[in-house]
């Protein structure tokens, strides 16, 4: 290392080191032209070019796209009400899986990061992060076999008189919350665990009660982390399409864009738009709430 | 306790639906009845017999390792410059990363896929199919590197740089062997996200192949490979105990706990989910 | 929570300001290339000579037609190699030619006009095919395989619709689609009938309503005027909440069956045979195969066709005459459960009896079976006002709900 600068001679390496040194501008460009160059040129154009067909129509015999502009597939989105109720729909249960997974994962993650031996925490964090390998697809499957007539469900609740709740809507909400669960227990532990013991034993002290500790310092400093792993349990419930379709008979914002996708690019295009713009107003609203932070 | 008891529930729901897959992997009746009228490790034979499973599993191996490496490449370099700099819309480099993950897989996989196809003639292949992989990886590592980072002070390349090393020297000697851990157990989640991704690969794979997951839709509904489909399951959540203990054993070498991601996209890091 | 340089905030209005304004000029310009090839049906050529085999081979099938029983022998045959993908629907498959990566495709008739006017297949030279020549007489040269005179593929073989029960659920035996579209009726199977996930299925409505409700005057069920169209989806949407499951491939109705999750809905005979082996006690319209429904059926005839610009087209053309092969075409249509496109394959058949049970040889029963058509705004009798696939295709979205 410094050797190189003893002998007074400057490899190739070392003369570019020099370029870069001082110059900050420089070296933020050199940086981020490789990722931002992917991202911004790659993905968003590539995003550009399949929304700006939103503002197209498709010839229905060849299916061959007609580059005038229009605003007739807006208007059919607006207009007939089956999509604002399959969009209402998706958003819904995007928001009532999240509420379920953060009120299941919160105990398990608090229990994680307070509470477990430095073994039992380490097992905890294996237990969860191993069922993230298997399969989506084989999972989603298996909740298809549990919920059906002749299945494990139904069979271990008839001896007490009650059925499962077969397919449909309950059972798209109980698999996605099992499907994104650990993605929000994650977080949430991560950001419980960096909550000092010592703001914890100060509360005790100062005599409140476990539940005031819970609601008054527990919960505000590890909301930002709740937050930060509502982002994919919403943002997963919103976008997918296979677990309605193999638990459900019903549609989802994803299912439509599927079926149009094929004959009908602009109007797929222009529902598209939808599920985004809600997606980018959750994480400027996640963002707002601090999930965004480090502490 | 009431917190016990609560933990206790949640992994029971967390596991059962597993312990199931793992029943009808042996089960055998071959339209998968319940209760299973009887056991048999006749599934895992054929699953290791199966050329197409097995093609479908190497192929995956090697669109994760060729995603997460690139997505190691891009994401560490972003991560240097917002954890180590300031300038003009740095706060939107965060924000930008997690847009692939975030929007929904079929919008990225139409799109990613007409650009190829229509744009730039080029015919979908396991390189388009990286490429999408990748775009979606790169938030994964980038948030492991940044929280990495703003934990270790940036006084040591200061010092470095004093004791006259230059930018690639600091880099090398100073800054990678602090980050390194980060990097593998960030590189190690993409590749677990990568491998079970199923949406945008569909829409981004050639005709004549297969990833595991591709395969595995293609079984699910066939009644007579189902089973297998149970079968080769299990033995991937087998295989995965390694890499998952890897990713924690060094995470925690650093004080704090990795999380974890392996399909649709979630990403963890040792010191908060988002950045 | 320290606040950072720069506007975080500005940065990214800016970003996605300069992005809607790159995609504003885009939609505006609306010029350049075309990203779909453009219409015309007879402006590609078909191959003139058949040269040696490229080595393999990419196909977008029905589930059943491609089977290694009858693949892996062409393999050794040709040194093909079968790259088969399979479907669930034909926009599905309309969706895969697009991609350009397959050679050829298993295409209903509600898919073939399409390709055809998207220019996405080329025309087929039956020169080169030489089992060609004693395909059934009634198969060549129809409406949804040869456009303005020229053939655009090989017949593969047709069938009907099936209306398939459960025999210990549904009883009696129904010999009518009134048990799964009569409100009145099929209230009594609430939350047991499969329906087909297409809009094909309004065609099976319209079908239905041509016997049922004669005064609306359907003649042709994929041809249909505004009040037909909506008597035939007002059917759909009394429908919806009786249905437990929309099938859109064909081992998930077989999984929903086999699961008692459902009890009688529209099906194909390659769900029936399997769902038979599995000793599910299934029943079809009524107890012998191949019979219809009294007010007949929706159902296909379906046509191989080669890709423009197909990467392997020599075994593409090799696969088309195999297919109809008599000893194969027999293989295909007893293991699928429909009746052969190819004359000589009734010889060949392991039943006996196979063509006579399937109406192999009876035009006559094939004007009850409504092909699937891909709907036009083109009524076919000078009037302009029919439904077209896009109108098909919101309805049943709306429909589904």
């Known amino acids: 290392m410094a050797s190189e600068a003893v002998a007074g001679r400057r490899s190739a390496g070392h003369r570019l080191a020099d370029l870069f040194h001082g110059r900050e501008r420089l070296q933020v460009g050199a940086l981020l032209a490789g990722p931002v160059g992917w991202l911004v040129i790659g993905y968003l154009g590539s995003l550009a070019l399949l929304l700006v067909a939103a503002f197209w129509s498709v010839d229905p015999l060849s299916g061959s796209t007609i580059k005038e502009f229009t605003f007739e597939n807006f208007e059919s989105l607006v207009n007939e009400p089956v999509y604002r109720d399959i969009v209402w729909r998706t958003v819904r249960t995007a928001l009532l899986v999240t509420l379920?997974?953060?009120?299941?994962?919160?105990?398990?993650?608090?229990?994680?990061?307070?509470?477990?031996?430095?073994?039992?925490?380490?097992?905890?964090?294996?237990?969860?992060l191993l069922p993230l390998w298997s399969s989506y697809l084989v999972k989603v499957y298996a909740w298809r076999t549990l919920l059906s007539a002749n299945g494990a469900i139904n069979w271990a609740l008839d001896p007490i008189g009650l059925s499962g709740p077969g397919y449909g809507q309950t059972a798209v909400w109980l698999v996605m919350s099992y499907l994104w669960l650990p993605y929000m227990i994650l977080p949430i532990y991560a950001g419980l665990e960096r909550i000092p013991n010592s703001l914890i034993s100060a509360s005790e002290d100062l005599g409140a009660s476990p539940f005031t500790t819970f609601r008054r310092v527990i919960l505000p400093l590890g909301f930002p982390a709740v937050v930060a792993g509502s982002i994919f349990t919403f943002s997963l419930t919103l976008g997918d399409y296979i677990t309605p379709r193999l638990v459900s008979n019903d549609q989802f914002i994803g299912n439509v864009i599927f079926s149009n996708v094929a004959n009908n690019q602009p109007f797929a295009a222009a529902l598209a738009i939808v599920p985004i713009v809600v997606t980018i107003a959750y994480l400027l609203v996640a963002r707002r709430l601090g999930a965004f932070e480090h502490v | 306790m009431l917190l016990r008891a609560a933990v206790v529930a949640g992994l029971a729901f967390i596991y059962v639906p597993l312990v199931v897959i793992v029943i009808y992997a042996f089960n055998s009746s071959k339209i998968l009845e319940w209760p299973p009228p009887g056991f048999t490790t006749h599934w895992f034979s054929q699953a290791f017999e199966n050329e197409a499973a097995r093609e479908a599993f190497f192929t995956s191996l090697k669109a994760g390792v060729a995603a997460s490496a690139i997505a190691l490449v891009l994401g560490t370099l972003a991560s240097l410059a917002v954890a180590r700099h300031r300038f003009f819309g740095r706060e939107t480099i965060s924000f930008l990363v997690i847009l692939p993950i975030a929007l929904p897989g079929i919008v990225t996989g139409v799109a990613i896929s007409n650009t190829f196809t229509q744009v730039l003639d080029v015919p979908l292949s396991l390189f388009t199919v990286v490429v999408g992989h990748a775009t979606f990886c790169i938030v994964i590592v980038y948030n492991n590197a940044v929280a990495r980072l703003r934990r270790l002070s940036g006084s040591f390349e200061e010092a470095s740089a004093d004791l006259g090393a230059h930018t690639w020297q600091t880099f090398r000697y100073v800054t990678f062997p602090g980050m390194r851990s980060a990097l593998i157990a960030g590189?190690?989640?993409?590749?677990?996200?990568?491998?079970?991704?199923?949406?945008?690969?569909?829409?981004?794979?050639?005709?004549g192949e297969q990833t595991l997951p591709i395969w595995i839709y293609s079984n699910l509904f066939r009644p007579h490979e189902l089973p297998i489909v149970n079968a080769v399951a299990v033995l991937v959540i087998l295989i995965s105990i390694i890499p998952v203990y890897l990713a924690h054993r060094l995470g925690a070498e650093e004080g704090g706990a990795t999380g974890g991601r392996g399909a649709g996209g979630g990403v963890e890091t040792e010191a908060t989910a988002v950045p | 929570?320290?606040?950072?340089?720069?506007?975080?905030?500005?940065?990214?209005?800016?970003?996605?300001?300069?992005?809607?304004?790159?995609?504003?000029?885009?939609?505006?310009?609306?010029?350049?290339?075309?990203?779909?090839?453009?219409?015309?049906?007879?402006?590609?050529?078909?191959?003139?000579?058949?040269?040696?085999?490229?080595?393999?081979?990419?196909?977008?099938?029905?589930?059943?037609?491609?089977?290694?029983?009858?693949?892996?022998?062409?393999?050794?045959?040709?040194?093909?190699?079968?790259?088969?993908?399979?479907?669930?629907?034909?926009?599905?498959?309309?969706?895969?030619?697009?991609?350009?990566?397959?050679?050829?495709?298993?295409?209903?008739?509600?898919?073939?006009?399409?390709?055809?006017?998207?220019?996405?297949?080329?025309?087929?030279?039956?020169?080169?095919?030489?089992?060609?020549?004693?395909?059934?007489?009634?198969?060549?040269?129809?409406?949804?395989?040869?456009?303005?005179?020229?053939?655009?593929?090989?017949?593969?073989?047709?069938?009907?619709?099936?209306?398939?029960?459960?025999?210990?659920?549904?009883?009696?035996?129904?010999?009518?689609?009134?048990?799964?579209?009569?409100?009145?009726?099929?209230?009594?199977?609430?939350?047991?009938?499969?329906?087909?996930?297409?809009?094909?299925?309004?065609?099976?409505?319209?079908?239905?309503?041509?016997?049922?409700?004669?005064?609306?005057?359907?003649?042709?069920?994929?041809?249909?005027?505004?009040?037909?169209?909506?008597?035939?989806?007002?059917?759909?949407?009394?429908?919806?909440?009786?249905?437990?499951?929309?099938?859109?491939?064909?081992?998930?109705?077989?999984?929903?069956?086999?699961?008692?999750?459902?009890?009688?809905?529209?099906?194909?005979?390659?769900?029936?045979?399997?769902?038979?082996?599995?000793?599910?006690?299934?029943?079809?319209?009524?107890?012998?195969?191949?019979?219809?429904?009294?007010?007949?059926?929706?159902?296909?005839?379906?046509?191989?066709?080669?890709?423009?610009?197909?990467?392997?087209?020599?075994?593409?053309?090799?696969?088309?005459?195999?297919?109809?092969?008599?000893?194969?075409?027999?293989?295909?249509?007893?293991?699928?459960?429909?009746?052969?496109?190819?004359?000589?394959?009734?010889?060949?058949?392991?039943?006996?009896?196979?063509?006579?049970?399937?109406?192999?040889?009876?035009?006559?029963?094939?004007?009850?079976?409504?092909?699937w058509e891909t709907p036009l705004a083109d009524c076919g009798n000078g009037e302009e006002n029919c439904m077209d696939y896009n109108d098909w295709v919101k309805a049943w979205t709306t429909i589904k709900g």
């Not at chain 3, 919806?240 to 499951?245: A, D, F, T, W």
Request: proline share 5%.
């Open chain 1, 100 to 128: 379920t997974d953060a009120v299941i994962a919160f105990p398990i993650a608090f229990y994680m990061a307070k509470l477990a031996s430095r073994r039992g925490k380490a097992l905890l964090v294996i237990g969860i």
């Open chain 2, 187 to 207: 590189g190690l989640l993409a590749f677990a996200l990568s491998f079970d991704e199923i949406i945008v690969t569909n829409f981004t794979i050639g005709a």
């Open chain 3, 1 to 371: 929570m320290r606040r950072r340089d720069g506007n975080p905030a500005r940065t990214a209005w800016l970003v996605v300001a300069g992005l809607v304004v790159f995609m504003l000029a885009l939609a505006g310009c609306g010029g350049g290339s075309d990203d779909t090839t453009g219409a015309g049906g007879s402006s590609s050529e078909a191959l003139q000579k058949l040269g040696k085999g490229e080595g393999e081979v990419s196909l977008i099938s029905w589930a059943g037609y491609v089977e290694p029983d009858w693949s892996k022998p062409f393999e050794q045959k040709t040194g093909c190699k079968v790259n088969n993908k399979e479907a669930g629907t034909s926009d599905e498959m309309v969706e895969l030619m697009k991609t350009g990566q397959y050679d050829g495709v298993s295409a209903s008739g509600n898919a073939t006009a399409r390709l055809v006017a998207a220019g996405l297949v080329a025309p087929v030279n039956t020169d080169l095919v030489p089992n060609y020549e004693t395909v059934f007489s009634d198969l060549k040269d129809q409406p949804y395989n040869t456009f303005e005179d020229v053939n655009y593929g090989i017949p593969h073989g047709r069938g009907a619709n099936l209306l398939m029960w459960n025999g210990n659920d549904v009883k009696p035996a129904p010999n009518s689609w009134e048990v799964t579209l009569d409100p009145k009726v099929a209230a009594k199977y609430k939350g047991k009938i499969s329906q087909y996930d297409d809009p094909m299925s309004i065609a099976e409505a319209a079908v239905y309503l041509k016997t049922h409700q004669p005064d609306l005057g359907i003649e042709n069920p994929y041809e249909l005027n505004q009040e037909q169209f909506d008597a035939a989806v007002g059917l759909l949407e009394e429908q919806k909440p009786l249905v437990g499951e929309y099938w859109s491939e064909a081992a998930k109705q077989i999984s929903a069956f086999a699961g008692g999750d459902v009890a009688v809905g529209t099906t194909w005979q390659y769900q029936y045979f399997a769902l038979e082996e599995e000793g599910v006690p299934v029943q079809a319209s009524p107890a012998s195969q191949g019979f219809l429904p009294k007010e007949g059926a929706t159902g296909w005839s379906d046509t191989w066709m080669i890709a423009k610009d197909a990467k392997h087209p020599n075994c593409m053309y090799e696969w088309m005459n195999w297919i109809i092969e008599p000893k194969v075409n027999a293989e295909v249509a007893e293991w699928f459960g429909e009746a052969p496109a190819q004359e000589l394959s009734c010889k060949e058949t392991e039943n006996k009896n196979f063509c006579a049970e399937y109406h192999a040889e009876e035009p006559d029963f094939w004007k009850r079976v409504y092909y």
